[in-house]
């Protein structure tokens, strides 16, 4: 079974953690990118001790990256600096830590298909993500989709980063699903590249991150494709509360979802 992900609350770590033992699910942070924490090196401090008081080893664990306002692919230097020193900070943050991989977003303008801004999108991410992949080989480096409304961009940027091993897409299926894409078209598209994947639920509309199996998703389909592409990624349930994320991994054991047998 590949490695399954839930996002530790630490108001409540010592249920989380009974949880992720009986799973066996690593951790993906989601402090880190919020960027008062970010700037505050005594917050960051805080949260790792707190985490480190009840899990030791933090190198199968991830982290979500900056993505608020990030923008590497910026004309404006000013914008672009700042979105540089964001994902820098992030990766640093994992580098201290030890983690595993760290997700970032793709920061485009969804729906916005003029053929200048699209290359210059890829031209100056794959630059910069290939840079930060070789500056950090000891991490991996994902790039989830947000609101893009198709799959094809992204794939033409992880076909450009091919070998760079540490590099991959982080399919976020839930946002997938309100694209207006098919899940197939997203999965068939990305599969080569696909190294992480997080799921939830929604009403297809709005971003909800309802548990597993709450919302109107077809997970018996996102199950086929899964194992029809033959993808092998990691798996984050990426809902909140002890309780959302019990409900979600008896739904997957329950009716053996992807990754669950």
Same mark, same amino acid.
């Given at each position: 079974?590949?490695?399954?992900?839930?996002?530790?609350?630490?108001?409540?770590?010592?249920?989380?953690? %009974?949880?992720?033992?009986?799973?066996?699910?690593?951790?993906?942070? *989601? =402090?880190?990118?919020?960027? /008062?924490?970010?700037?505050?090196?005594?917050?960051?401090?805080?949260?790792?001790? %707190?985490?480190?008081?009840?899990?030791?080893?933090?190198?199968?664990?991830?982290?979500?990256?900056?993505?608020?306002?990030?923008?590497?692919?910026?004309?404006?230097?000013?914008?672009?600096?700042?979105?540089?020193?964001?994902?820098?900070?992030?990766?640093?943050?994992?580098?201290?830590?030890?983690?595993?991989?760290?997700?970032?977003?793709?920061?485009?303008?969804?729906?916005?298909?003029?053929?200048?801004?699209?290359?210059?999108?890829?031209?100056? *991410?794959?630059?910069?993500?290939? =840079?930060?992949?070789?500056?950090?080989?000891?991490?991996?480096?994902?790039? /989830?989709?947000?609101?893009?409304?198709?799959?094809?961009?992204?794939?033409?940027?992880?076909?450009?980063?091919?070998?760079?091993?540490?590099?991959?897409?982080?399919?976020?299926?839930?946002?997938?699903?309100?694209? %207006?894409?098919?899940?197939? /078209?997203?999965?068939?598209?990305?599969?080569?590249?696909?190294?992480?994947?997080?799921?939830?639920?929604?009403?297809?509309?709005?971003?909800?991150?309802?548990?597993? %199996?709450?919302?109107?998703?077809?997970?018996?389909?996102?199950?086929?494709?899964?194992?029809?592409?033959?993808?092998?990624?990691?798996?984050?349930?990426?809902?909140?509360?002890?309780?959302?994320?019990?409900?979600?991994?008896?739904?997957?054991?329950?009716?053996?979802?992807?990754?669950? /047998?």
């Amino acid at each position: 079974m590949s490695k399954l992900y839930l996002v530790p609350d630490r108001t409540d770590l010592e249920r989380v953690c %009974g949880l992720a033992e009986e799973y066996g699910c690593a951790f993906e942070y *989601n =402090e880190f990118y919020i960027p /008062e924490t970010m700037d505050d090196p005594e917050k960051q401090e805080e949260i790792i001790t %707190g985490y480190g008081m009840y899990k030791k080893d933090f190198s199968m664990d991830t982290m979500h990256g900056a993505f608020l306002d990030v923008t590497i692919h910026s004309d404006d230097p000013l914008i672009r600096e700042a979105s540089v020193r964001r994902v820098r900070q992030s990766m640093e943050t994992a580098k201290r830590m030890g983690l595993r991989g760290v997700v970032f977003h793709t920061g485009r303008l969804a729906g916005f298909r003029v053929e200048s801004y699209l290359k210059n999108w890829c031209d100056r *991410n794959v630059t910069f993500f290939t =840079e930060i992949a070789r500056e950090y080989p000891e991490q991996q480096i994902y790039m /989830e989709n947000m609101f893009d409304e198709a799959p094809d961009i992204m794939a033409g940027m992880a076909e450009r980063m091919q070998g760079i091993e540490n590099f991959g897409i982080c399919l976020d299926y839930a946002h997938a699903m309100l694209s %207006g894409c098919s899940g197939e /078209e997203w999965i068939r598209t990305l599969a080569p590249y696909i190294r992480h994947i997080h799921i939830n639920d929604n009403d297809l509309v709005n971003d909800l991150h309802l548990a597993v %199996g709450a919302g109107r998703l077809d997970w018996q389909e996102f199950d086929r494709l899964i194992r029809q592409y033959q993808i092998n990624a990691s798996v984050l349930v990426e809902v909140s509360g002890y309780q959302a994320q019990r409900e979600s991994l008896e739904y997957l054991k329950q009716y053996g979802i992807y990754p669950m /047998e």
